[in-house]
């Protein structure tokens, strides 16, 4: 063989490889960053970390390990919030208190949902790194929010540790929370697809002076570690990363977007979405309606980057997500929903929806309003409401956006 002929192979190889390895095999999260400037920010500290086993750095050691022991700050507490810190404990359960590592851990979910003045006065700064979703209603960004509200009220100096929104951060989809529907499944204004990281979120917090205390506005002493090579239009499969599950129903990024595209419209109990199976939001299924037409209504959808595959059971259907799509996926959720009560209304009487129900989905969708336009059968109305709020926020969070 040649050297010319080697020289040949070598070169188109050295060329090729890039496009088929990871491009993002540079990208550093804020806890790497953090590890490559030997943890100076906590130099002589004592630390309280927020963090669960999906907190992870891109080498997938978990965050708590480096905290441990380290030689640089003292760890002397470990918050952890809904779904525990081993991210087994179902959605809306109570997560007890407990210790890891011989380090006392303190639920955020349990009695408490902001660490409290004793749990603060064991700390002298404190360190958030929580796997986002970038959906509004996955607790992890009320929990900052508390997390925050403590800081400001304590004088407790906070570090974010950044991390990519798995969805994007281009993807911004859905109405933004009404004021009165403020709940711990929708704690501050933004739509419900926020295309975010969660140190974006924590700015605009700050920024925006939503952190209040008896009537006054409050700041957090906050300090953002940048992630390094993270760019906006990444989804999560273009980081090179693995996905850690970081609740029992978002076991991988399809089950992100079915919760995006699903979630709210599954408040109201009345389908089957395949919650607690091995492939969690990514089924539709209808009960007590007429085959062909449901058949038919599922043919008539377009909803680019979503697939409807109809399975062996009877009214049911698997839903599979295209990774790269812009998906306007609440939209569309609220669309099948509007498109469902159309063609089913007899599914919406009220004596078949808990009243329980009705109240979840009106807090996690942020508002009364689109329940009110079910019942009055009003389309237009509703259709208008999806993205109510939008336009403002786009300009309140192209203050905060640090990636481009």
Known sequence: MSKSFIFVVFFILASVIPYFCPAQSKLLLGIDVLIKDDFKILQGKRVGLV????????????????????????????????????????????????????????????????????????VDIIVFDLQDIGVRSYTYISTLFKVMEA???????????????????????????????????????????????????????????????????????????????????????????????????????????????????????????GVGTQNPFQKFEVHNVNSRKLDSLITSLKFDGIVFRKTAKKNSYFIDFEANADAKLYTYGMLLLLETWKNFPHLFKLERIKTKSIEMFKKVTGTDTLWQCLLDGNEKKFKSALNKGLDEFLLIRSKYLMYK
């Not at 011989?102 to 902001?114: A, H």
């Open 51 to 122: 963090a669960n086993s999906a907190s992870r750095t891109s080498t997938q050691k978990m965050t708590v390990e480096y905290f441990v022991h380290n030689p640089n700050f003292t760890l002397t507490a470990i918050f952890t919030p809904e779904h525990g810190f081993f991210t087994t404990i179902p959605a809306g359960e109570s997560v007890p208190d407990d210790s890891i590592y011989g380090v006392p851990l303190f639920s955020l979910y349990g009695n408490n949902r902001k660490p409290t003045p004793y749990q603060l006065s064991l």
């Open 151 to 273: 800081c400001a009220e304590f004088d407790i100096p906070l570090v974010i540790l950044d991390r990519p929104n798995p969805l994007g951060g281009n993807l911004v989809d859905g109405n933004v929370t009404d004021w009165e529907k403020i709940s711990f499944v929708s704690i501050i204004p933004i739509p419900y697809l926020h295309g975010c990281t969660i140190g974006e979120i924590a700015l605009m917090i700050n920024g925006e002076g939503w952190l209040k205390s008896n009537g006054t506005t409050r700041k957090c002493n906050l300090t953002i570690v940048k992630m390094e090579g993270w760019k906006r239009d990444f989804k999560w499969e273009q980081t090179g990363l693995n996905w850690f599950q970081t609740s029992p129903n978002v076991k991988t990024t399809k089950s992100i977007r079915g919760l995006a595209f699903l979630g709210p419209i599954g408040e109201l109990s009345l389908f089957n979405l």
